[in-house]
Each structure stands twice: as structure tokens, then as C-alpha cells.
């Protein structure tokens, strides 16, 4: 069964670092969010590409957060500098993109230590 | 900002009783999802409701859904161990044309064997 894939699953890093996390969608899936949960919470969005475009990152810090899809298949979230409070499972999802049936479905999630 | 509400916010059951979660919502939606979490894993879809239907049942799942009230409810039938997980209700609202899912804080359900 096609799944999700996240690398990597685990970061440790220090405030101030830069670090990435990379996100493998279902092939076909033109649809791909990024969200991040803080433990003991739901996950929030933080951004969503419908093939390559942003279609809403309206929750993403952009003076230290980033994303990109560019060939409209794996994407990429950046955070740069790493700081304290961003410590949190980043959960990647894709999905057909079909707005009446929307299902996503998520990788197992990269957990983010900022030390 | 998190639009979805669980309740309760824990629930713990004996294996074989019937487990039943509630979700409140603020604003018009097109459908709501429920999605379980094992611990420290990713989320895994259970179930979607469209805004115009009031009931829907997969397997041992069956969920409501009352958008005069903003509010669905999830229920369990026939618990096992192995349901043992958190449970996010996740609203896809009706504004805007993106659809990125708006998720609760959950309820952690735990099966006594």
C-alpha cells in the first residue's frame, strides 16, 4: 500500500541551526500540507501546495519558516534559525486534491528536539 | 488557531464497552473528518462526513453529525485493546479555496483489558 514518506524521523538540534525535513507524497497526489504538533495538541497547518504553487501558508512563519515543491512532487520545509519553541512532531500529507472528498493521508511525522 | 473541541478530553473503558467522543465546531463546514493517532506516530483517516449528511458507519464506526448545533460525535462499538489512541475530529471549512484541515486537541482513549 503507497505511503507517505518522511525523512528524517528524528532531529536534534540546537537554537540557532538550520534544519530540514523532506516529504515524499503518494504518487498522483497533487496536494501536499505540512503541519506541526505540539505535544498534547492537535496538528495545525502550516502550509498547503496544490502541484507546485502555495495555495494557503497564511500559518507559516515565514521569517524563519519555509517550503518549496518545485517539480510538484517531494517538498522540502525549512527552518532557519531553529529556536526553542519550535520543538514538535512536523507531520506531512497528501491528498487527490479533491475539495468534495478531501481525505489526507500523513507520513509518520518528523520529531523535532531543539535544544 | 484550533477550531475543533473534543470531549471529553480522556476516556478510558473497558475492552468491549462502547467508547463515544463528541467534537464541536465554530464555523460552516464542508465535511469533518476523524482521524486516530497512535502515540508518536502519524495520523491515520477513519472517516469523512459531508456538510448534508447527518450519519455515516464504517465497520464498527459510526459518526453524527449536526451542523445546526456545530457539534459531531464519534462512536466505538465493541471496543478492543488495539483502538487504544488518540482521536482528532478535523473540519474542512467552507471558506477560502484551500482545504487544509483545521484539527481538534483530541481525545485519548485507552481500552482496559
Known amino acids: 500500500e503507497a505511503e507517505v514518506a518522511q525523512s528524517p524521523r528524528y532531529k536534534i538540534t540546537e537554537k540557532s541551526q538550520a534544519v530540514a525535513f523532506w516529504c515524499d507524497p503518494i504518487?498522483?497526489?497533487?496536494?501536499l500540507y505540512w503541519y506541526r504538533q505540539i505535544l498534547g495538541q492537535g496538528p495545525e497547518l502550516l502550509v498547503q501546495?496544490?502541484?507546485?504553487?502555495?495555495?494557503?501558508d497564511s500559518q507559516l512563519p515565514k521569517d524563519r519558516f519555509s517550503a518549496e515543491r518545485l517539480k510538484g512532487v517531494d517538498s522540502t520545509l525549512k527552518i532557519q534559525p531553529a529556536e526553542l519553541g519550535d520543538s514538535a512532531m512536523y507531520l506531512c500529507?497528501?491528498?487527490?486534491?479533491?475539495?468534495?472528498?478531501?481525505?489526507?493521508?500523513f507520513g509518520p511525522g518528523t520529531r523535532l528536539t531543539v535544544l | 488557531s484550533q477550531q475543533g473541541e473534543e470531549d471529553p478530553q480522556a476516556l478510558s473503558i473497558q475492552e468491549g464497552e462502547n467508547a463515544t467522543m463528541n467534537c464541536s465546531y465554530k464555523?460552516?463546514?464542508?465535511?469533518l473528518q476523524w482521524y486516530r493517532q497512535n502515540s508518536g506516530r502519524g495520523l491515520v483517516h477513519l472517516i469523512l462526513?459531508?456538510?448534508?449528511?447527518r450519519e455515516k458507519h464504517s465497520g464498527r464506526l459510526r459518526v453524527t453529525l449536526d451542523t445546526s448545533k456545530k457539534s459531531s460525535s464519534l462512536l466505538i462499538t465493541a471496543s478492543r485493546a488495539a483502538d487504544t489512541a488518540s482521536y482528532f475530529c478535523?473540519?474542512?471549512?467552507?471558506?477560502?479555496?484551500?482545504?487544509?484541515?483545521?484539527f481538534g486537541k483530541g481525545t485519548h482513549l485507552i481500552i482496559q483489558p
Open positions: 504518487s498522483g497526489h497533487a496536494t
Open positions: 501546495f496544490q502541484d507546485e504553487s502555495v495555495v494557503d
Open positions: 462526513i459531508r456538510s448534508n449528511e
Open positions: 500529507a497528501s491528498g487527490l486534491g479533491d475539495r468534495g472528498y478531501n481525505e489526507q493521508f
Open positions: 478535523a473540519t474542512d471549512f467552507s471558506g477560502g479555496g484551500a482545504d487544509g484541515l483545521t
Open positions: 464555523t460552516s463546514i464542508n465535511n
